[in-house]
């Protein structure tokens, strides 16, 4: 239904191959909020494959989980203080309150991967908003969000903090499937072993012994999102052993390549 009133082309949720009418974005890292206001508008009727500039990824869903976990961040940075919008002169005027509205929105209907916490207040009918928060809320609307909430009010519940699902070892663990080989084979007992080290190093993350590394990073470097979308990854994140020389390194399709020696 969604697909039907707000997008046209490739569907939202990509299962089996890159068919449909698309429209890219191109988005420069180090100028978020800037490109993002002026790529995004003109493409809001189309599923958008994200690149960046100076990089050449194919968009299967990593990407794209990649550039809401950014931009979020950016929006939260720019535009908001201790959890509240700010309003900021120069941002009602570019509309960045407007173009935040609809990437959060988005976040959500695309399963984007992070949730950002908002004050639900500004769903309430007689909150009496901002300028700001009346950008916000139209941005919202935009992509019908705001209209959903308004039908059934406890989907607001989306953007709490506490109702955001904790990531845990042992979720995170288990999230990932493994690709082994054969059992008994030596392949196999290589992979073991590997994977050993790599659980230990989960461990290790989650316990707070690797520095700013926390497991919403190991995510990310999977995914492209920090968190575990509200309603799941489409495709699920997997390990895949590769026998070459290297280091460990992540697919835009939630697949970890971990290297193993051929020697």
Known sequence: MYQELYHQGRPLNITHGLDGHTSPIVI????????????????????FPVLFYCENVLDEGGSRREFFRITLRAIRQELFANGQVTNNPVCLKDERYYVAGIVIGLSVVVQGGD??????????????CSEAEEQ???GLDRVGIFSCIQRKRELALIFELQHTPSLTFGRLATLIAVNFSEVGSNRRKKEDKLYGFFISYLRQVAAGRRGYIDLG?????????????????????TIQ?????????????????LEIMSA
């Open 217 to 237: 990073s190991i995510l990310a470097f999977v995914t492209g999102s920090s968190q575990v979308p509200l309603f799941g990854f489409d495709d699920q994140p």
């Open 115 to 128: 949730i950002f916490q908002l004050n639900i207040e500004i769903f309430e009918p007689q909150h009496i």
């Open 136 to 138: 916000l809320r139209t």
């Open 28 to 47: 420069d890292r180090h100028n978020i909020m800037e490109t993002v206001t002026e790529e995004i508008l003109p493409q809001l009727n189309l599923r």
């Open 241 to 257: 052993f590769e026998y070459r020389e290297g280091i460990p390194t992540a697919g835009t399709c939630a697949c970890l390549f």
